[in-house]
């Protein structure tokens, strides 16, 4: 599948940032790694583009108990894992090509063991002096490739 663009977000934590909304205008797809906060973050990013969204440990409510604690999906053809907390994670026989995940409000990707690993970091309340970030997965002829965007 070409051209293929995915919105990748975390820890939102009830906050839905214009800034957020703005990077995710074309995507065609939002992966939300967890700790959502209310059901209206979901509908608000569902206005852009379809949503898959796994629980967070900050996902308590009610209105949280129908998603799972993690997601794995294919997408043109590659595998993809959404999962909160990464300390969970455990390696599917199957082959993965990416792992999604939150929790620690810190942006970070790399790739280990040929999986990328993308972390958009938090766009909810700022925490400390972590920046306020979410992520985008561009998928072209297959490549994956990650970037993280400065929100604030």
Not at 32 to 51: N, R, T, W
Not at 132 to 151: F, K, S, Y
């Amino acid at each position: 599948m070409a051209g293929l663009l995915i919105g990748v977000i975390s820890d939102t934590h009830g906050v839905v940032r214009k800034e957020a909304l703005e990077a995710f205008k074309g995507t065609d797809v939002i992966f939300h790694g967890g700790d959502i906060g209310s059901m209206e973050v979901l509908q608000e990013f569902e206005k852009i583009a379809p949503v898959v969204a796994v629980r967070g440990n900050c996902d308590g409510d009610a209105w949280s108990g129908e998603l799972p604690v993690s997601r794995a999906l294919e997408i043109g053809r590659r595998r993809f894992l959404i999962i909160h907390n990464l300390k969970d994670f455990e390696k599917p026989p199957e082959p993965l090509d990416a792992v999604v995940f939150g929790h620690s409000h810190q942006a970070k990707v790399y790739v280990n063991d040929r999986i990328l690993y993308v972390n958009p970091g938090s766009a909810g309340p700022r925490r400390f002096r972590l920046r306020v970030t979410v992520a985008r997965i561009r998928m072209d002829n297959g490549q994956l490739t990650p970037e993280i965007i400065e929100l604030l």
